[in-house]
């Protein structure tokens, strides 16, 4: 079938993107879903740093791309293998498939699926296909999903459904700002009570973050960013202290666990820094491959702290997606507030420059 999407040509165009046009608007031919896979008419898709991570260059990827990892949509068609219940059901797209089988899945949500992160770098479906073309030329698929499109065929291991009472906007968010930021708080950091949490960088995850911190109500949640605005969304959120870098740095601020969604080795090492004795750090951001940092092997020892990093929020989309739903209908998570705008398709380079600058959480492109 015929479908329009959003097609990344070129890696590491200059910004701004709005004039540069790494991306264009293309019509593209799109497979029936093959064994095992679902057509998804998408509903609603966010914009990502994990997207902008590749337009810039940061996370090398193979091009043509059709971009877009965080969606929801309607099943409109199923491949062989696939449960007729499927059909006309909302899902939520998620950008590490499980295939359920390998060490990886094994160790629930601590590390990530072997053949999955495989196929996300190859750019292809979690069985090695690539269901998109251009101009008889095939175009690969981002992280499993390319949501940025009218249509996406993906493997039914990359979804997960929801009930129609959860708006396709908000169904988006669960997929990967939810899943990456809570689950570095809930599945790899664990708090229990009393603990005090700190968020290093306030974009879409780490605003998730803070979101599910205060909804556990465990103890202070405190916000860390340099841009004004940020600080005061966050302060909207609940978090009971916000601070610039430079003014957590100048008062010693310290957390008993601390999560870096910043994706910058500067971040993580102040981060780190900030992790009271005893505490945990929980880094989330994808700095670009080149970047270092340097800790303190000593400090490590002598306070006790541990460092861990988290994928996907060391999620296991099944168990997590439906908990925050449940959570969002119950009022105490109220995901909309992760929203900053909304776009059309035609918008994505100017997105991304909106996401190079600092001044978005999410931006969602609504499709009719």
């Not at 708090?191 to 306030?202: F, K």
């Amino acid at each position: 079938m015929k479908i329009r999407g959003a097609v990344l040509n070129e890696i590491g165009k200059q910004s701004p993107f709005a004039e540069s046009t790494p991306i264009s608007i293309s019509e593209l031919e799109l497979d029936a879903p093959g064994p095992g896979e679902l057509l998804v008419r998408i509903e609603a898709a966010g914009l990502c740093h994990s997207d902008l991570s590749v337009v810039d260059g940061n996370r090398v990827r193979p091009v043509p791309m059709l971009l877009g990892h965080e969606a929801c949509g309607r099943v409109e068609g199923i491949g062989a293998g696939v449960a007729d219940e499927l059909l006309g059901q909302r899902v939520v797209m998620t950008f590490l498939p499980r295939c359920g089988d390998c060490a990886g899945c094994a160790t629930d949500g601590r590390r990530p699926c072997v053949p999955g992160s495989s196929a996300n770098n190859a750019g292809t479906l979690l069985g090695g296909e690539r269901r998109l073309h251009r101009d008889g030329v095939d175009v690969h698929h981002h992280l499993g999903v390319s949501a940025f499109a009218t249509h996406a065929v993906v493997d039914q291991r990359s979804v997960v459904a929801v009930d129609d009472d959860i708006p396709p906007e908000i169904a988006a968010v669960l997929g990967c700002a939810v899943l990456t930021g809570g689950g570095a708080i809930i599945n790899a950091g664990k708090p229990v009570a009393g603990d005090s949490i700190m968020v290093v960088g306030l974009g879409g995850v780490g605003m998730a973050a803070v979101l599910t911190a205060v909804s556990l109500g465990l103890g202070d949640v405190i916000g860390v960013d340099g841009v004004p605005e940020k600080l005061a969304a966050a302060t909207e959120l609940g978090a009971t202290q916000v601070y610039t870098p430079a003014e957590a740095a100048e008062q010693g601020i310290r957390a008993d666990l601390v999560i870096e969604a910043a994706g910058n080795a500067r971040a993580f090492e102040a981060a780190v820094r900030a992790t009271a004795p005893g505490g945990t750090t929980v880094t989330v951001g994808l700095p670009a491959p080149e970047a270092r940092s340097e800790i303190s092997p000593l400090l490590l020892v002598a306070e006790a702290r541990t460092i861990i990093g988290s994928y996907l929020g060391s999620a296991v989309p099944a168990r997590d997606i439906p908990m925050y739903a449940q959570m969002w209908r119950e009022g105490r998570f109220p995901v909309e507030k992760l929203i900053s705008s909304h776009i059309t398709l035609d918008q994505v380079n100017q997105g991304m420059d909106e996401l190079a600058a600092g001044h978005a959480i999410r931006q969602v492109i609504v499709f009719d």
